[in-house]
């Protein structure tokens, strides 16, 4: 079974621009969670989709959006880019594993805002 | 509001010792505690994952405990190698959250050859 994959791995932008992100969650799947990884607050959930619906959102402000498609791949996205957007953007599907749920992580996006 | 705190924030040992990494959480209401490894740069790997039911759980030389009642987990990794150096986090998964997980800072580990 291929992995949760993510597009694109890096990305350069400048301040002002937008940018989606692209999640394909392991095969089966139907909950996608995104995460930004920031070397100051560490990890933090943004929102988790589930069946094309958002399930669960965290603390991050109106600029952060995302949806999911039909097949389950999702979509983040981030209008008008702020320095401190620059992060890793982790996505992970939730599945049944040997001993329970748990969440399968992607290689993530690396974002860098000039 | 579950919080996740990892000590210590660093650690550098020789190579071959045995050495352990802590994990508390406030909550102990949590469907399960993964470690995940992190190299410089790099995404997460998953090491081990813990369910609230069970106690340890074990995969090479990596042996993972969980306390619940405490809100305390270790990571014991036995003899230590320099490709063991990256950074270590712990998450745990609260039962109120769809399985989203609430992340530790992480203790950076280097191995000294």
């Known amino acids: 079974k291929a992995g949760v994959t993510q597009t694109p791995r890096y990305l350069i932008k400048t301040r002002g621009q937008q940018v989606t992100l692209s999640c394909s969650p392991i095969?089966?799947?139907?909950?996608v969670s995104w995460y930004q990884q920031t070397p100051g607050q560490g990890l933090q959930f943004l929102f988790e989709?589930?069946?094309?619906?958002?399930?669960n959102k965290g603390n991050f402000p109106g600029r952060f959006s995302g949806r999911q498609f039909s097949n389950s791949r999702s979509e983040m996205n981030v209008s008008t880019l702020e320095l401190g957007d620059s992060a890793l953007y982790l996505c992970?599907?939730?599945?049944?594993?040997?001993?329970?749920?748990?969440?399968?992580f992607g290689p993530g996006t690396r974002l860098t805002v000039l | 509001k579950q919080e996740v705190t990892q000590i210590p924030a660093a650690l550098s040992v020789p190579e071959g010792e045995n050495l352990v990494l802590n994990c508390s959480f406030t909550?102990?209401?949590?469907?399960?505690l993964q470690w995940f490894r992190q190299d410089p740069g790099k995404g997460l790997t998953s090491l081990l994952l813990?369910?609230?039911s069970q106690r340890e759980q074990t995969s090479g030389r990596l042996n993972a405990s969980l306390d619940k009642s405490s809100g305390r987990s270790t990571l014991y990794i036995a003899a230590s190698q320099p490709g063991d150096s990256a950074t270590y986090l712990c998450a745990v998964a609260p039962l109120d959250s769809n399985y989203q997980l609430i992340w530790g800072a992480g203790t950076k580990l280097i191995i000294k050859p």
């Open positions: 989709y589930f069946s094309e619906t958002q399930r």
């Open positions: 992970a599907s939730l599945g049944l594993a040997g001993s329970g749920i748990e969440q399968f």
């Open positions: 909550d102990s209401a949590i469907y399960n």
């Open positions: 813990i369910q609230s």
């Open positions: 095969s089966g799947h139907r909950s």
